[in-house]
């Protein structure tokens, strides 16, 4: 039986998308806490530098996947973009569409696997995911995906945890092993869902190795930004025939 990363730990394939489904289920209500206190509120700067690379017009139609609590897709609407948010969690979705309403936004938003969008081909001008593709089981086939539903002339951005810059490994890995789960555990009630979030970080491709399987799945000129000293990436590609 083939097997699957779930942080450290080798599971059968059909069984990682429940686990990380638990995870998220566990910490949705206290997701962008945990971000803020993790990031030191730096997420909010990778998000906004993600959205000016992506140079959305008004009018485009965008594909947000992996939204979450929908604060990027958010962003990107009220650039003027017409936006979709899709997740495979149904809590963390439903949360996300909720804060939307609040905000007066009203966005489609869609239950889906991203290795299976259910949208057509060439749907969309731009395509975003963040901090969401290292969960995803066969990450080969959601790049596949999210290019086949992308316009000719179409770009994809992907932020994502990277590789940190080695002289600050050693700090990184106290950070990511110790103070992590410890915040985890006294906000959000639960020390192995981010005890799982540093191992993911740490199976998830480098940033050589996730450009090149965005070429493999037939993106062009890619190319990709460190941000943090490489603790977070955005790597950007384009679908041009």
């Known amino acids: 039986m083939a097997k699957a990363d779930f942080g450290y730990e080798q599971v059968p394939e059909g069984e990682k998308a429940d686990r990380v489904g638990q995870v998220f289920d566990r910490v949705a209500q206290r997701y962008d806490l945990m971000n803020d206190l993790m990031s030191l509120g730096l997420h909010r700067a990778w998000k906004r530098f993600a959205i000016r690379i992506a140079r959305v017009q008004p009018g485009e139609r965008v594909l947000d996947v992996a939204t979450g609590s929908g604060d990027l897709a958010r962003a990107l609407s009220e650039r003027g973009a017409d936006v979709w948010m899709t997740d495979v969690n149904h809590r963390m979705l439903s949360i996300g569409r909720d804060r939307m309403l609040d905000a007066g936004r009203m966005l489609p938003a869609v239950q889906s696997d991203a290795e299976r969008l259910p949208f057509a081909d060439r749907t969309f001008d731009c395509v975003t995911v963040a901090f969401g593709l290292r969960n995803m089981t066969h990450k080969d086939r959601a790049l596949a995906e999210m290019r086949r539903v992308l ?4 770009r994809l ?8 810059w080695e002289p600050l490994a050693k700090a990184y890995d106290v950070y990511s092993f110790r103070v992590l789960p410890w915040l985890g555990e006294r906000v959000a009630g639960d020390a192995s869902a981010y005890r799982y979030l540093a191992e993911s970080i740490r199976m998830h491709p480098d940033q050589e190795r996730l450009a090149a399987m965005m070429r493999g799945a037939g993106l062009d000129q890619v190319d990709y930004f460190n941000l943090a000293a490489g603790v977070v990436a955005l790597h950007r590609g384009w679908k041009l025939e």
């Open 151 to 154: 316009r000719v002339g179409g």
């Open 157 to 164: 951005l992907v932020l994502e945890f990277s590789r940190v």
